[in-house]
């Protein structure tokens, strides 16, 4: 296996694969993605559904073939609030003895949404969880590896997936796997991307590797000769996807950047992700895949435990120092409000030495707007204060009589 590996690696390019997966694509995805218009993509919500519909429609527009009988890409399960949407298509294979066996691509496409606890959100209630990375970072390489092999189709077939339901317990992927609808026994490998956008001092985590006997003797030649400072595992479980396609007895690969400080925050936004450094890890995970489509099949190890970086858990810990930190200064306005029949919100009361009665604020004023955010309800006046710290100065605007006033708040 390490000779036919060897030879496959010479025929790859080294420095530069002929590849369609560029900085430009990743940024277009993921600025969509992580907007504020998928309000944090939450399945079973708006917003997951809309990224569901985004992959779906990207997966029409690339030719993908869709794998159920009545043609859909997206594949509803249940929530215990709604329902959720994972996103399936098929490249078909170019070796008639190997299209029927899979090499499976993946990552979720949900996030914490408007800081759901349902969904691990670490911020605050009603902010924004745009999840650049997490998991952005690993819908927009489905994405962008889908189109490389559109445009340079391997043996076997590829499944392309990503899953709604992962930051609520991977319930998506492990709906997928339970469903009927994809050839479990026919996938032979699955590589799972979650968070690979924030590549720092070129370190990635690869879990999974001893989830098959072959995987080193194959893989192993390419990880040698990697740019990347890979730091690998055997191990087969992880908080991923990859968990629910080992749990079926299907080896599954894991590639990771690791967390950080934005991690479930509502500041991991786009501007934050490594793009070049994305395409290095996408570049590699596309050339294990090349490598793996020379066998025939990959024969399954049940290697469980939890596989993931050495540091994990102290840097988990220092992580939720740090988000300890920020909710003991969270900032008050200091007012209650009453929703009137005719719509928009009026001051109710206001609190004794508040930033709002300091601010000038009266009883009976209609609040219009908070920097420069409009205030319908009582949801967005909660989104327009969700992110307010001690200090921060907040624009208010108000209608008292016949007059529209500006007035300024420090928060307490």
Known sequence: MICTTALLLAALPQQSLPSDIRVEDLKAHIEFLASDEL????????????????????????????????????????????????????????????????????????????GSQLSGAMGFPYEVHNGADDNASGTSGVLELAEYFVAHPLKHSILCMTFSGEERGLLGSKALIESGVLPNDKIMVMLNLDMVGRLKNDYLFVGGLGTAAELHDLLDPLFDHSSLKLKLDDRGEAPSDNTSFFHAGIPAIFLFTHIHEDYHMPSDDADKINYVGEVRVLNLGLQMLQILDQQPHLSFVNLGGMGMPADFMEKMSDHFRMIAARRANKGKLGLRVKVEAEGGLTVKALSAGSAAERAGLQVGDQVLAINQQETPNFDWLRRALASGMKGDVVKIKVRRGEQQLLLSATLQ
């Not at 569901?52 to 794998?67: D, H, S, T």
């Not at 949407?85 to 299209?99: M, S």
Request: proline share 5%; no cysteine.
């Open 39 to 114: 309000e944090g993509r939450e399945a079973g919500k708006r917003g997951g559904h809309l990224a569901a519909e985004y992959v779906e429609n990207q997966f029409r527009r690339l030719g993908l073939k869709p794998i159920t009988e009545d043609g859909s890409y997206r594949i509803p399960f249940a929530l215990r609030d709604g329902t959720g949407y994972n996103v399936v298509g098929v490249i078909p294979g170019t070796d008639p003895e190997l299209a029927d066996t899979y090499l499976a691509i993946g990552g979720h496409h949900d996030h914490a949404g408007l």
